[in-house]
């Protein structure tokens, strides 16, 4: 593209709420990889820390960096993720930065070389989305593993291994793409790394993976009952802006390496409390499950619930997408959150014993059978949504209740 014209700022973006013990050290491998990748530019590191209580900003000013170091707060109440990395590509364009890339504060496995990888996939004058692919902990990823990747596979006949990994990077056409995208209220929660992917392949963008090695950070498992529906929420207001769904170009995915050697068990009280809000949600709403996603009919119990295994969950997920389409957005999102609990709880049954490599190949399969679930319905999307507020409904309640 002739006349662009770069200025030569890099800016690195931590969106945080009370990570104190972490912040500092993703703070300084971003700062050592900024100055291994870009020693004579400008490179800034900007903190969006949104009511943390435990001195996360701080921790982070007192790092000692080269960047210059920029802290943008704003308060707790409604906000949360989205909020942080709105605030970031706000100070990014007040700055006029080339690129902006993102790091989540909780990682504790960040690498300096991170930098120079994911600025580099970015590299272009045309709008570029760049996504990470690493190895994670075998009971982490659920919600990127069973909803935001094979959904996306499915709906935009893209297949993207880490859609919501949150370490991401993007170029100054893509910072001001984004500017136009509608913003529902979950896109400022946990929502944001969904609706930054699915609008870049909404409007057929590029989208880069990048190779960044293993991922280790704080367990996201005590999220599972609001972050999914967050995620599905924002999701599901992209793909309403649709007109029908596109035919993937590919039945199976690439072969994934994604499943890390190392792993650790989730806190087994954690997940007594959450298989007892997510029975709670299936019997008061039994009927209407059944009635929305009836191919939840012929699953069987389980000792967490309900079995849902690896043969029913494409077709539960293509029952969701039917119904979004028939206007049925808050059911089938809330419904397909309970299922999703007892998807994963199923599928740790599943992979015991199994290897890495073996789960990746059931979780490759899982996704190609959701796109050809998908694919053989006759989807298209005649009702809009607006981009009001989000309400947990029920679940709000629940979780609430439980913990």
Not at 89 to 96: I, Q, V
Not at 212 to 217: A, M, N
Not at 239 to 259: G, I, N, T, Y
Request: with cysteine; net charge negative.
């Amino acid at each position: 593209m002739c006349g662009v014209r770069h200025s030569g700022i890099t800016v690195v973006g931590i969106p945080a709420r009370n990570e104190a013990t972490t912040v500092a050290s993703v703070a300084r491998a971003a700062d050592e990889g900024l100055r291994q990748a870009f020693p004579n530019r400008t490179n800034v590191i900007v903190l969006a820390d949104n009511g943390s209580t435990d001195g996360t900003a701080d921790r982070f000013l007192d790092a000692d960096l080269h960047a210059h170091q920029i802290v943008v707060r704003s308060t707790a109440a409604g906000t949360g993720k989205g909020t942080n990395v709105f605030a970031i590509a706000d100070k990014a364009r007040e700055l006029g930065a080339d690129r902006v890339l993102l790091l989540d504060a909780d990682v504790r496995s960040t690498e300096p070389q991170w930098i120079e990888r994911l600025a580099t996939a970015v590299d272009d004058d045309s709008p570029v989305l760049a996504l990470p692919t690493y190895r994670r902990n075998r009971f982490e990823a659920n919600t990127t593993n069973h909803l935001a990747s094979p959904l996306l596979a499915a709906i935009f006949g893209v297949h993207v291994q880490q859609p919501i990994g949150g370490e991401f990077a993007f170029n100054a056409a893509f910072l001001e793409r984004m500017t136009r995208w509608p913003r529902p209220a979950s896109a400022y929660l946990y929502g944001i790394d969904i609706w930054l992917t699915a609008n870049a392949l909404r409007e057929h963008l590029r989208v880069a993976e990048v190779p960044l090695g293993r991922k280790v950070h704080n367990s996201p498992f005590p999220k599972i009952l609001h972050l999914p529906q967050q995620v599905l929420d924002s999701l599901f207001h992209v793909v309403s802006q649709l007109d029908r769904v596109r035919p993937a170009f590919r039945a199976a995915p690439v072969k994934r390496e994604a499943v890390d050697g190392e792993f650790v068990r989730q806190d087994p009280d954690v997940i007594a409390r959450v298989t007892t809000t997510t029975n709670h949600y299936l019997k008061a709403y039994q009927p209407d499950i059944q009635r929305l996603l009836p191919s939840a009919r012929i699953l069987g119990p389980a000792p967490w619930g309900l079995w849902v295994g690896a043969d029913d969950w494409p077709h539960l997920l293509a029952d969701a997408v039917e119904a979004l389409a028939d206007g049925c957005f808050e059911a089938a999102r809330d419904h397909l959150v309970a299922l999703y609990v007892n998807r994963v709880l199923t599928f740790w049954d599943e992979i015991d014993g199994l290897s890495g490599p073996e789960i990746d190949e059931l979780l490759d399969r899982q996704a190609a059978d959701t796109v050809r679930a998908v694919k053989y319905r006759s989807i298209t999307f005649d009702h809009q949504c607006n981009t009001g507020g989000f309400d947990a409904g029920l679940w709000a309640a629940l979780d609430e209740h439980a913990a």
